[in-house]
């Protein structure tokens, strides 16, 4: 279903939205928390190898590609699955990752939102067989992201015809 479902299409954008931004400056960005917070061991054992008088160049040598490579993997999972950019139309919904914002031009793979619920900062959705997380903080526009899901999920009561759900 790559196809627009409808014309009036509701477009909310995160805060970690790319705004514009390649996905290799996307990639460049994010990777700076990760890869510091990998590279802490190897500088604390770096330090302590210096300290007992012991090669440093083994530790710099296995450590910062191992470091490297769990950061690079982190970075890569984690801009593939948040969420930054969510179109509501109708009854259907679309997201996109941080990845796939960063290219403007591919296509929206409109599915249906199956569930929504609270959980205790945000909302969790189902669309399709996957689940998101939503919080609050990542939206600047998080109430009328809500009404609209809601009236995603429930057509019928937003358009006053019942509780009967058209699944087609």
Same mark, same amino acid.
């Given at each position: 279903?790559?196809?627009? @479902?409808?014309? +009036?299409?509701?477009?909310?954008? !995160?805060?970690?939205?790319?705004?514009?931004?390649?996905?290799?400056?996307?990639?460049?960005?994010?990777?700076?928390? @990760?890869? !510091?917070?990998?590279?802490? $061991?190897?500088?604390?054992?770096?330090?302590?190898?210096?300290? /007992? &008088?012991?090669?440093?160049?083994?530790?710099?040598?296995? &450590?910062? @590609?191992?470091?490297?490579?769990?950061?690079?993997?982190?970075? %890569?999972? #984690?801009?593939?699955?948040?969420?930054?950019?969510?179109?509501? !139309?109708? /009854?259907?919904?679309?997201?996109?990752?941080?990845?796939?914002?960063?290219?403007?031009?591919?296509?929206?793979? %409109?599915?249906?939102?199956? =569930?929504?619920?609270?959980?205790?900062? &945000?909302?969790?959705?189902?669309?399709?067989?996957?689940?998101? +997380?939503?919080?609050?903080? =990542? %939206? $600047?526009? %998080? /109430? =009328?992201?809500?009404? /609209?899901?809601?009236?995603?999920?429930?057509?019928? +009561?937003? #358009?006053? #015809?019942? @509780?009967?759900?058209?699944?087609?």
């Amino acid at each position: 279903m790559d196809s627009n @479902p409808a014309a +009036n299409i509701a477009v909310y954008r !995160s805060r970690l939205h790319p705004d514009g931004r390649t996905r290799r400056g996307v990639f460049g960005v994010e990777m700076v928390r @990760p890869l !510091s917070m990998t590279m802490l $061991p190897v500088m604390i054992g770096t330090l302590v190898a210096m300290l /007992q &008088g012991i090669s440093v160049l083994s530790v710099l040598y296995i &450590g910062f @590609p191992v470091a490297a490579l769990l950061a690079f993997g982190w970075t %890569w999972i #984690q801009l593939r699955t948040k969420v930054c950019e969510i179109l509501v !139309s109708d /009854q259907k919904i679309a997201m996109r990752s941080v990845f796939s914002a960063a290219v403007p031009t591919e296509k929206h793979h %409109w599915k249906l939102l199956i =569930d929504m619920r609270r959980n205790g900062k &945000g909302v969790t959705i189902t669309v399709g067989l996957e689940e998101f +997380n939503l919080e609050p903080e =990542d %939206w $600047p526009m %998080w /109430q =009328d992201l809500i009404g /609209q899901l809601d009236e995603a999920l429930h057509p019928s +009561n937003a #358009q006053g #015809q019942g @509780p009967e759900r058209d699944m087609a």
